[in-house]
C-alpha cells in the first residue's frame, strides 16, 4: 500500500489515542445491557456530531448509524461495533471502573466503541480523498439472542454497503498482535426451552403420577446422545443446559419441568438438523414414560464465517502499518456472535485485536468481573479499520 498513505493513517491513529481512551473510559463508566444503551446512544451521537460524521435515519430505541461520505455516495464500507455490556458487578478496582452496580462492559465493547470512533477521526482527515462511503454502524444488543443485528439489518443498516469489517478484543493475543481466521470461525447458537408435561401428585404415590423430574433427569442425559451419536464427530456440537426449574416441594411430585437450554455447532448443516434431533428424542423419552415434551425455539444466531477476501484486505493492511509476524491464527470457538447475520447477506470478517498484558491483569477470560483490557490496542484497531476501509473502498471503486 501507499508509503505515505501509511504513516498518516499511523500519525492519525496516535494522534487521536488520548480521545479514545477518554471516550473508552466514559462508556466503561457508564455500561448499559442489551436494547437499553440510551446514554450509550445519546453519547455516540453527541460524539459522531463532534466529529462531522452524518447521521443516517434508523428506527429503533438504541444503535446508530453514522457515515463519512466521501467524493462519492458509492460504493459503501460499514464498520460495526457492538455497544452493550453485561449484567456483572465489576471486581477490577480501575479508576474508571463502572459507575453502574451490576453492570460492567465485561466483554470490551467499550474498547470496540472507542476503537471505531478513532477509525472515524481518522477517515475525516481523508474524506475528500474517498472513493465512497464509510458507514459506521452501533449495534446494539450483541450479547442477547435474538440480538440487535437483525433489527439493523432490518432497518435498512446495509443498504448498499458492499462489505463489512468487524472487530473483537482478545485477551488471548498479546498486545501488538491481531488474530484472523478464513471461513467458519464461530458456532451457531440455538436457544430453546423444553417443557416436560408430567402429572403431579403425592411423593409416596409415583404409581397415580407422571413424575417430570424423573424424565426430566432421562431427558438431559439422552440429549447427549445428539451430540455423541447423531451428530459427524468431525463436526463440533454442544448442548448445555443452563437452568432446570420443577417442583414445589420434597412430598409432592412435579407436575412439570422447563429446561433452558442452548445448542453450539460449527456446522451450518447440523444447525438446521439440531432442533429437530433436540425434540425427537424429547418426544421419544417423554411418550415412553406418558409425560409430554414441548420445544420452544427463543433465538438463533448463525455460524460466523469470515470472508478470505475481507481478511486478506485485513492483512495487507496490518502488515503495512505494523509489519510481518504479528498476526496470529484466530482458535475456533462455540461462542456466537450476531456479526454472523451480516455476514449472510454480505462478504464480511472479523478480526481479533490482542489485548493480553498480563503486567496491567489484561489477562483475565471475556465475561470476568476482573476483565481489563491494554487500552493501546484501539490505537491499531483503528489504523487497521481506516486502512482496511480505504483499500476495500478503492478496490470496489475501481
Ligand atoms: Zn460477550
Ligand atoms: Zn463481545
Known amino acids: 500500500m501507499d508509503k505515505q498513505l501509511i504513516n498518516e493513517i499511523l500519525t492519525a491513529a496516535k494522534d487521536g489515542h488520548d480521545d479514545q481512551v477518554a471516550w473508552r473510559r466514559h462508556l466503561h463508566q457508564n455500561p448499559e445491557i442489551a436494547f437499553q444503551e440510551h446514554d450509550t446512544t445519546r453519547y455516540l451521537r453527541q460524539t459522531c456530531r463532534e466529529l462531522g460524521l452524518s447521521e443516517r435515519k434508523l428506527n429503533m430505541k438504541t444503535g446508530l448509524v453514522a457515515e463519512i461520505k466521501g467524493k462519492r455516495k458509492t460504493p459503501i464500507i460499514a464498520i460495526r461495533t457492538d455497544i452493550d455490556a453485561l449484567p456483572v458487578t465489576e471486581q477490577t478496582e480501575l479508576e474508571f471502573a463502572s459507575r453502574r452496580p451490576g453492570f460492567m462492559h465485561a466483554c470490551g465493547h467499550d474498547m470496540h466503541m472507542a476503537s471505531i470512533l478513532g477509525t472515524a477521526r481518522i477517515l475525516n482527515r481523508f474524506a475528500d480523498r474517498l472513493p465512497g462511503t464509510i458507514r459506521f454502524l452501533f449495534q446494539p444488543a450483541e450479547e442477547h439472542p435474538p440480538g440487535g443485528a437483525r433489527p439493523m439489518i432490518a432497518a435498512g443498516a446495509l443498504e448498499s454497503v458492499s462489505a463489512i469489517l468487524g472487530l473483537h478484543v482478545d485477551p488471548h493475543v498479546p498486545i501488538g498482535k491481531i488474530g484472523l481466521r478464513d471461513g467458519v470461525t464461530m458456532a451457531s447458537v440455538t436457544d430453546f426451552d423444553l417443557i416436560v408435561h408430567g402429572r403431579g401428585g403425592h411423593a409416596a404415590r409415583p404409581q397415580d403420577s407422571v413424575d417430570a423430574i424423573v424424565v426430566a433427569s432421562e431427558l438431559v442425559a439422552a440429549l447427549q446422545t445428539v451430540v455423541s451419536r447423531h451428530s459427524d464427530p468431525i463436526n463440533s456440537v454442544a448442548i448445555t443446559f443452563g437452568r ?81 509476524g504479528k498476526i496470529v491464527l484466530t482458535d475456533q470457538v462455540l461462542g456466537g456472535e450476531d456479526f454472523a447475520c451480516y455476514q449472510e447477506i454480505i462478504p464480511g470478517a472479523m478480526f481479533r485485536i490482542g489485548i493480553r498484558n498480563p503486567k496491567i491483569g489484561a489477562d483475565k477470560p471475556w465475561h470476568s468481573p476482573y476483565f481489563i483490557a491494554d487500552e493501546r490496542a484501539m490505537e491499531s484497531a483503528a489504523a487497521v479499520l481506516a486502512t482496511t476501509a480505504i483499500d476495500l473502498l478503492t478496490s470496489e471503486a475501481a
Open 244 to 324: 432446570i426449574e420443577g417442583g414445589t416441594a420434597r412430598n409432592v411430585i412435579a407436575d412439570h419441568v422447563r429446561l433452558t437450554g442452548t445448542a453450539r455447532t460449527l456446522s451450518a448443516a447440523d444447525s438446521k438438523r439440531l432442533p429437530k434431533l433436540i425434540k425427537r428424542v424429547a418426544d421419544g423419552i417423554c411418550r415412553a414414560h406418558g409425560a409430554k415434551a414441548e420445544m420452544n425455539l427463543i433465538a438463533s444466531y448463525p455460524v460466523l464465517s469470515n470472508s478470505a477476501e475481507v481478511n486478506a484486505a485485513f492483512r495487507r493492511s496490518f502488515e503495512s502499518l505494523y509489519g510481518k
